[in-house]
């Protein structure tokens, strides 16, 4: 096995002036239309352009709508939780 | 921020599956101030636009883990 | 470095299309003096493999852009 060069440390970067982005960008592409299911570190959600991707639980503030799709999705979650539960009772 | 909002008539075609035969290279990445990470990309057809990072993560890739790759430092051993 | 050659019964599911869900995270990135990059994987089922890095980039590519994202430095020209 040949000898190794070393572990990443980092993925270094120049940094640009953020004019650099332009001339096209359109943050609506990534404004959140539903969150679908969530596991512990991330949501995945399907934007208004019509893309699913899953996004860091800490990052959802970023994205238009995030917050409140999120509040939304953990209601439903919850309604059906409590449905459950009467569910069993009633039995 | 709010100036990235300038438009150009280029439409990405959100419609298509995977963008990773339409884009020739991801050109930078950068961070703004609020955390979020935006990509530009170099399309084949001589187009250039940005997108949040997760628009590329799942449209091309490939493409962002060769832009990646191409700047990895590493710890010697 | 001559652990990896302590075969361990754990074999990755090669037949399957995408690790996404089966891998927990990456856990290092090691380039090679012959230039190869290796990435060792830790699954969810506790085990621990490592492939060449085009492995990852067909089997898992979103799990090696985290880890890539993880790891960005913004450096002044």
Known sequence: MPKAVGFVKKVVIPKKPLDVLLPFYDSDETTVEKVLKEDENLLYVTFLAGLEASLRKKDIYLYKNGEICYQKYLKRKRRVIDDDSDYDADR | ?77
């Open chain 2, 1 to 77: 921020f709010l100036n990235l909002r300038k438009k150009s008539n280029f439409n990405p075609p959100f419609n298509e599956s995977s963008w990773e035969d339409l884009v020739d290279r991801v050109e930078t990445v950068q961070k703004l101030k609020n955390g979020k990470i935006l990509v530009k990309l170099h399309w084949k057809n001589g187009q250039q636009s940005t997108h949040d990072n997760v628009v590329v993560h799942q449209k091309c890739p490939l493409h962002i883990i060769r832009f990646y790759e191409d700047h990895l430092s590493f710890q010697e051993e």
